[in-house]
């Protein structure tokens, strides 16, 4: 998976590599298949989520540059492999799940592989969550059409926003860094097409 999948995706962070074969990822995948844990392909959750693909996740994680003091919020908890991977580089894990059953399945999975570091949250987040901010990362694992300005008001001087921004099938990766005093930067990583949060945001339309 590494040297046909995540490499060839320019994940060249040896931290990262490595922390894929320290997170089993075979242990977050639903159990009808987990044969194709390691496949180049969004595998269902059930509920209409999806896990993205590896080489998805693995770039995501490195563009994110996650500092072991970070606080990171996790917009779309999902199967608990990427919350998984954002501990286990960072201080704490904020993550949020709109799907009650999905919550409780990746807590039970992160608790078997003794990772503590986590609150999960059960709550619609797709506009933002600022309950615990300000953060220092911010990752939304499913896409929005418009990114909410919410998200980045939340964010500490020098934090980092992941998002996957547009409409199938027509989607940016979008790295936004705050510079402090409300100034943002953003810089386009990758075209991807992923599924959508649920209740995100919407352009507005021109009725005629």
């Known amino acids: 998976m590494v040297e046909q999948q995540i490499r060839p995706w320019e994940v060249l962070d040896q931290e990262v590599l490595d922390l894929l074969f320290t997170v089993r990822r075979e242990e977050f995948v639903p159990a009808q298949y987990r044969s194709l844990a390691f496949v180049d392909m969004e595998i269902p959750l059930g509920h209409g989520a999806a896990m993205l693909a590896p080489r998805v996740e693995a770039r995501m994680l490195q563009e994110l540059a996650v500092k072991p003091s970070d606080r990171i919020l996790e917009i779309g908890t999902g199967s608990g492999y990427m919350t998984a991977l954002l501990a286990k580089r960072g201080a704490h894990v904020d993550s949020v799940e709109i799907i009650p059953e999905l919550s409780a399945q990746a807590g039970a999975k992160l608790a ?70 409300s100034a943002c930067n953003t810089l386009g990583l990758f075209e991807t097409c992923i599924p959508a949060l649920r209740n995100a945001p919407q352009p507005e339309r021109f009725v005629f």
């Open 112 to 181: 078997a592989q003794g990772i503590t570091n986590v609150t999960l949250e059960v709550g619609d987040a797709a506009r933002g969550w600022d309950r615990h901010a300000p953060y220092d990362v911010i990752v939304l694992t499913g896409s929005v059409p418009v990114l909410a300005d919410a998200f980045q008001r939340s964010l500490k001087p020098g934090g980092r926003l992941l998002a996957v921004v547009g409409e199938a099938p027509v989607m940016e990766a979008r790295l936004i860094v705050c510079a402090g005093n």
